[in-house]
T-cell receptor, first 116, second 116 residues
């Protein structure tokens, strides 16, 4: 079946640095990708919807300048957490939508970000 | 807006026993309902979905769920669980068929622990 690769799976960084998370659709073209954030014992919260070749649509309360999303190709979307703070520590997960008559939604394995 | 409530954060159950994971939703419009499973260190995998038609939906790995519009529920069941079913289960709702830019709204998840 279709696979979405998310990298890295785990990252530890110092406060003030930037971290880039990649989400790749390995065997299909994804015109739309979604980025979610999950706090411990909480549900996945949608951060933004990423469309190839256009600006991402952010959910209310999500800082655009802090969480930079780039969807430069049909198989790659990136989330960059800029000037990371400890409160940005969380589990980030992407999903990619395959098009066509039998479209489906596939999820990456997630990235655990820890900001010290 | 849609919302999803998973009433149990953790469900321990003995191997070969039946299990029910509860999910209730709220929405002012017609919805489509999903159950996803997340095994350790893996992405979310679709178990089953309800779009229309029969209210009893059968999914992979022997799971099934029943859509009950009057009770706004979509509980997940399995008559006999295996150790390998130990995972986190997420109920989700969408206004659309995962088409366009319609994302999913997730519940907080239920941790199913199967005990030998």
């Amino acid at each position: 079946g279709a696979v979405v690769s998310q990298h890295p799976s785990r990252v530890i960084c110092k406060s003030g640095t930037s971290v880039k998370i990649e989400c790749r659709s390995l065997d299909f073209q994804a015109t739309t990708m979604f980025w979610y954030r999950q706090f411990p014992k909480q549900s996945l919260m949608l951060m933004a919807t990423s469309n190839e070749g256009s600006k991402a649509t952010y959910e209310q309360g999500v800082e655009k300048d802090k969480f930079l999303i780039n969807h430069a190709s049909l198989t790659l979307s990136t989330l960059t957490v800029t000037s990371a703070h400890p409160e940005d520590s969380s589990f980030y997960i992407c999903s990619a939508r395959s098009g066509g008559a039998n479209e489906k939604l596939f999820f990456g394995s997630g990235t655990q970000l820890s900001v010290l | 807006a849609q919302s999803v409530t998973q009433l149990d954060s953790q469900v321990p159950v003995f191997e070969e026993a039946p299990v029910e994971l509860r999910c209730n939703y709220s929405s002012s419009v017609s919805v489509y309902l999903f159950w996803y499973v997340q095994y350790p260190n893996q992405g979310l995998q679709l178990l089953l979905k309800y779009l229309s038609g029969s209210t009893l939906v059968k999914g992979i790995n022997g799971f099934e769920a029943e859509f009950n519009k009057s009770q706004t529920s979509f509980h997940l069941r399995k008559p006999s669980v295996h150790i390998s079913d130990t995972a986190e289960y997420f109920c989700a709702v969408s206004r659309g068929r995962n088409s366009g830019n319609t994302p999913l709204v997730f519940g907080k998840g239920t941790r199913l622990s199967v005990i030998a």
